[in-house]
């Protein structure tokens, strides 16, 4: 059967539907593939539905993490920034897990996810709000110290956190003087050939024209695969924001707020720009990325410092991290390395060398980069929302989603 038919079929699916996907496959370092399934905007009435294109970008959820690290190694390669270094040196004020206040938290390990901060009940804090508030006692947000982990130290540990990349873009603004959407767009996303960002105020009209709206079937906690598409972020209705927008942290899940960047100060608190899933992008446009660690996209860094990045930082021995239920064995330095372990972190099945890349989970989509550099294959996809409770649709033969299975399956035969 044609990957077309098959990945069509899952949208279609009256108990498991989704709205909206948009895939990519490099083989041999070459496009491939490229395909746009469903609708970017669901209306009451469905004679008014947009449909998904190539050129539609999605909120790609913690894909994001990966093009935030190539950023952070610019600047190690410019010299700007140590990876050895305690963070508290760029920050401006000493960051420590106040049970193990003399370990410093050093930069790499907000990579690798081996950094001791915790994501608390939010990770995501509006201006004028700044790091302070999460990491200091007197802080708003400190929430009795929940964004640390109290048992175990910097470095020995590894749990994922969306905070760890919040910090980082912190980082980013304090040692290249640029605000963290600016630099992002102008050392990483526009010389790969990436038109998106992570700040929609930023966008053009047909930009915000054509970015995806991303649907749960789902209101409050209750799911409904036989009720309507509920919005979840992004539905602008081709209205550009005047400024960029941020979860409320006084407000339910999924409810925004904009953010006044003319009192912004740099360096405070880049949390409110997402750099942890923020990032708008097409599939296309998420294969350069790929593209790029098989030396076939624009050489924004050198070939020693995306090898480097590759390289394990951590890798699970059965007792010393958070395993995401099985998904995440393995970490390098920004990056997910997929060491396929059968029922666990193998979404592609077995494979005779590890893959690399990024997964992304955030208000109903699904996304995944990954990439084989040795053999210049990639496949990207993109599930612009979820029909049905995913805890009731789990992965047949991996830690992940029967959706993603059933994606990269289909996708898989174009790479021979």
């Keep these: 059967m044609r990957p077309a038919t098959v990945l069509q079929s899952l949208l279609d699916d009256p108990l498991h539907a989704i709205p909206s996907l948009q895939v990519a496959v490099v083989r041999a370092g070459e496009n491939v593939y490229a395909q746009s399934?469903?609708?970017?905007?669901?209306?009451?009435?469905?004679?008014?539905?947009?449909?998904?294109?190539?050129?539609?970008?999605?909120?790609?959820?913690?894909?994001?993490?990966?093009?935030?690290?190539?950023?952070?190694?610019?600047?190690?390669?410019?010299?700007?920034?140590?990876?050895?270094?305690?963070?508290?040196?760029?920050?401006?004020?000493?960051?420590?897990?106040?049970?193990?206040?003399?370990?410093?938290?050093?930069?790499?390990?907000?990579?690798?996810?081996?950094?001791?901060?915790c994501d608390g009940s939010r990770y995501s804090i509006p201006s004028p709000h700044t790091l302070l508030d999460f990491f200091h006692a007197e802080g708003r947000f400190f929430e009795g110290g929940a964004h640390f982990d109290p048992h175990h130290a910097p470095g020995s540990y590894a749990r994922y956190s969306n905070l760890n990349t919040g910090v980082l873009g912190t980082l980013i603004e304090?040692?290249?003087?640029?605000?963290?959407?600016?630099?992002?767009?102008?050392?990483?996303?526009?010389?790969?050939?990436?038109?998106?960002?992570?700040?929609?105020?930023?966008?053009?009209?047909?930009?915000?024209?054509?970015?995806?709206?991303?649907?749960?079937?789902?209101?409050?906690?209750?799911?409904?695969?036989?009720?309507?598409?509920?919005?979840?972020?992004?539905?602008?209705?081709?209205?550009?924001?005047?400024?960029?927008?941020?979860?409320?942290?006084?407000?339910?899940?999924?409810?925004?707020?904009?953010?006044?960047?003319?009192?912004?100060?740099?360096?405070?608190?880049?949390?409110?720009f997402s750099p942890q899933g923020g990032l708008r992008a097409s599939a296309l446009e998420l294969a350069q990325v790929a593209l790029l660690f098989m030396g076939k996209a624009p050489p924004i860094l050198q070939p020693s410092t995306l090898q480097r990045m590759l390289e394990p930082q951590w890798t699970w021995n059965g007792s010393n991290g958070d395993t995401l239920e099985g998904q995440a064995l393995s970490f390098g330095l920004g990056v997910w390395r997929f060491t396929h372990t059968p029922g666990l972190d193998c979404p592609l099945g077995h494979q005779p060398r590890p893959w690399y890349g990024h997964l992304g989970d955030a208000y109903g989509l699904l996304s995944g980069l990954l990439f084989e550099p040795e053999a210049g294959n990639a496949l990207v996809y993109i599930i612009g929302g979820q029909g049905a409770d995913p805890a009731q649709h789990k992965g047949l033969y991996s830690a992940h989603t029967r959706w993603e299975e059933q994606v990269l399956s289909a996708l898989k035969g174009l790479l021979s």
């Design 37 to 117: 399934f469903g609708y970017r905007y669901i209306d009451p009435d469905p004679s008014q539905n947009l449909p998904v294109n190539n050129q539609t970008r999605f909120r790609v959820a913690s894909i994001s993490k990966l093009v935030v690290a190539l950023g952070a190694m610019k600047l190690v390669e410019q010299g700007k920034l140590d990876l050895e270094a305690d963070v508290s040196e760029y920050l401006g004020f000493g960051l420590r897990n106040p049970a193990f206040p003399q370990v410093p938290i050093p930069v790499h390990s907000l990579l690798s996810h081996t950094s001791s901060l």
């Design 174 to 272: 304090c040692v290249s003087g640029q605000r963290f959407d600016l630099f992002m767009e102008q050392e990483v996303l526009h010389p790969l050939g990436m038109g998106g960002g992570f700040n929609v105020s930023r966008f053009t009209p047909e930009q915000i024209g054509n970015l995806a709206v991303l649907y749960r079937k789902r209101t409050g906690e209750v799911w409904n695969p036989r009720g309507p598409w509920v919005a979840q972020v992004d539905d602008h209705r081709g209205v550009v924001p005047q400024n960029p927008l941020t979860p409320d942290p006084d407000a339910p899940e999924g409810q925004f707020m904009s953010v006044d960047l003319s009192a912004y100060r740099l360096g405070s608190n880049a949390t409110f």
